[in-house]
């Protein structure tokens, strides 16, 4: 048997198909790395809230979640961090007079700050999830945020990065973008947890397929990009899989030889 890996994966696209269904050929590569011993996390842009089934059909219990602001061993947290509430609150007042909503998300549920929006309605239908946000214009009061959404066409995104220089924007559906701690990145949340853990750099794999998994690619030693990523993804990568609608996770791991 090969030492023990800590092998990452982030979810749509990558264990989750365009459907968002998860490959039986995935199901079954997971189990078997876990019977060889190996530990299994993953690393995703999505709230914690929003893959609790997965978690659960796959025994997964360490997770990066908001592209690296919320991470968790084994069920415990180990490491947050949060959006600046003064910034964000400067960000809701601009989108506002934009007729950009926002949507505030923490570890437990998301909330929006406008009762009804279409760019709202469209992005979050597009996650085939079983949450939509409530409405609750005060949710940033009193609690860590870890992440938010910017509902605003891609032209329209340069006027916010240009003036809130405390976050980071990444987009992840024509009319959104994920709202992010300036630099953080699921590679810091997977740093976090491999000094946790103990694992040198190369026993770290880790698998994706979008724009916010680029960093992750490119600080883990081990990476492995979807056949179904876009071009300057693939090019960062050390491995090129084949599609998720393809088996490329169960080929991806016998190619790197975890399987």
């Not at 079983?130 to 340069?158: A, M, V």
């Not at 040198?200 to 600080?219: C, Q, R």
């Not at 979807?226 to 090019?235: F, I, L, P, T």
Request: hydrophobic share 35%; aromatic share 10%.
């Amino acid at each position: 048997m090969t030492s023990r890996k800590l092998i990452f994966f982030d979810i749509d696209g990558t264990l989750l198909d365009h459907e968002k269904k998860l490959p039986p050929s995935t199901k079954e590569a997971i189990f078997l790395l876990k019977e060889k011993g190996h530990e299994v996390a993953i690393a995703t842009g999505r709230a914690p809230f929003m893959y609790t089934d997965l978690r659960e059909e796959l025994g997964i219990h360490t997770f990066v979640s908001y592209n690296g602001q919320y991470v968790v061993f084994n069920g415990e947290e180990i490491y947050t961090n949060p959006l600046n509430t003064a910034s964000l609150l400067k960000l809701t007042e601009t989108a506002l007079s934009n007729n950009h909503p926002i949507v505030y998300m923490d570890h437990e549920d998301m909330k929006a700050n406008v009762q009804e929006h279409p760019f709202i309605n469209e992005g979050i239908a597009s996650l085939k999830i079983k949450q939509f946000p409530d409405h609750d214009p005060y949710y940033y009061k009193g609690r860590e945020l870890y992440q938010s959404l910017l509902f605003c066409p891609e032209e329209e995104e340069k006027q916010y990065e240009a003036e809130f220089t405390d976050f980071d924007f990444v987009r992840w559906h024509p009319l959104s973008v994920d709202v992010l701690p300036k630099g953080g990145s699921k590679a810091r949340g997977i740093e976090k947890l491999v000094d946790k853990l103990g694992f040198s750099k190369e026993d770290v794999y880790a698998f994706g397929d979008g724009l916010n998994d680029m960093e992750m690619l490119t600080t883990v030693q081990n990476s492995v990009a979807m056949g179904n990523a876009v071009d300057e993804v693939k090019s960062v990568a050390r491995y090129v899989t084949k599609s998720v609608d393809d088996n490329g996770i169960y080929h991806g791991l016998k190619m790197v030889g975890l399987l």
